[in-house]
């Protein structure tokens, strides 16, 4: 009978190792956190309450969701399908890109990325810190600007490229953001 309790709770105990392991993954374990990444509702919604809880931080208004610059950020990220790469489409939108290596990326992180070039912007001087872009944040909380679009899609190659349209544009020289 303690023979059996012993086993059982040895078993007990393997298998919590075990959860703990599985929900615990090494680093270079690849696992899907969130299912609804790619869903195109939950996007719209990080991506748009990742700049309005930023500007309403800073008292800014909020931007609306415009599918006019949607259909743009589309047929960007679609031009960079085949390669991915941080290159900026020829329009007047303001644009801010992110590419993440791998499709293990939502659209907050891809936010949150832009958000932390907070910490290179210098109110007083109205620059970013030498060697460092600031330039993608500015634009989150450039003041006049009021639509935003933007697409998240997988590259060919599998890695994530997010890419968001503002109109009318920020980090115009010689103003500040607010
Ligand atoms: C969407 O943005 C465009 C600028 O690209 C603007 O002309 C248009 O009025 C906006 N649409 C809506 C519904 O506000």
Redesign the pocket.
Known sequence: MANTTNLLLFLLLVSALLFSLLIHPSESTVIHRRSTKSNPKVVVAELLNGHNSLRAGLNLPPL?W????TS?AKWWANQRRGDCALIHSNSD?GENIFWGQGDDWTATEAVEAWEAEESYYNYESNTCMPNRDCTHYTQMVWRTTT?L?CAKIKCNDGDTYVVCEY?PHGNVIGQRPY
């Open positions: 609306q415009n599918t006019t610059l743009y939108y639509f679009g109109y």
